[in-house]
């Protein structure tokens, strides 16, 4: 179970890669985010849905910590792939142009990246919640700047 857990939360591999392995987990959400559009779930159902699956993944990522002996590693990209899948779920209008897809996955990076408050107080948090909380925060905050770049471009 442990090395399902492993496999999971390294996105399926992808965290093992030796360059921007945060990265590649956004990258690999970003097909998740749109998969979840193309599935019709909406509403409630939707959101039910990914609340179930997101505690999931603070379970799998606390296994996985506990696994690899250390809190948040770095090949650990479950949070990357559900923050920017977030991100593209909450706005759908985001998959009409790939400009927009490229927009929500570099605001998503950067507010991953540099974790403006509370978001590295976040990160601080025991087991899967530490790993999982702060991207989750940097999709509200990714969320926030693209609806306002939406608003004030017009498009």
């Given amino acids: 179970m442990n090395r399902l857990a492993v496999w999971l939360a390294q996105g399926l ?16 959400g970003v097909g998740v985010g749109i998969a979840f559009l ?9 959101a039910i849905v990914l609340t ?3 505690l999931l993944s603070i379970q799998i990522c606390t296994m996985a910590e506990k696994a690899l002996g250390a809190h948040d590693p770095g090949s650990v990209v479950l949070d990357e792939i559900w923050g920017v899948a977030l991100v593209i779920i909450y ?3 985001v998959v009409r142009s790939v400009w927009w897809i490229l927009v929500a ?7 991953d990246i540099i974790k403006p408050a509370p978001l590295k107080w976040m990160a601080k948090a025991p087991k ?11 999709s509200v905050y990714a969320i926030g700047v693209l609806m306002l770049t939406h608003q004030l471009i017009g498009a």
Avoid: N
Avoid at 128 to 138: E, K, N, P, T
């Fill in 52 to 54: 179930v699956l997101v």
């Fill in 105 to 111: 996955f570099v605001l998503f990076r950067i507010f």
């Fill in 91 to 93: 706005q759908p209008w």
């Fill in 38 to 46: 193309l599935s019709g779930l909406s509403g409630w159902l939707l």
């Fill in 13 to 28: 591999g992808l965290g093992l890669l030796p360059k921007a392995p945060g990265t590649w987990g956004s990258i690999l």
């Fill in 128 to 138: 899967g919640w530490g790993i999982m909380l702060d991207d989750l925060g940097a």
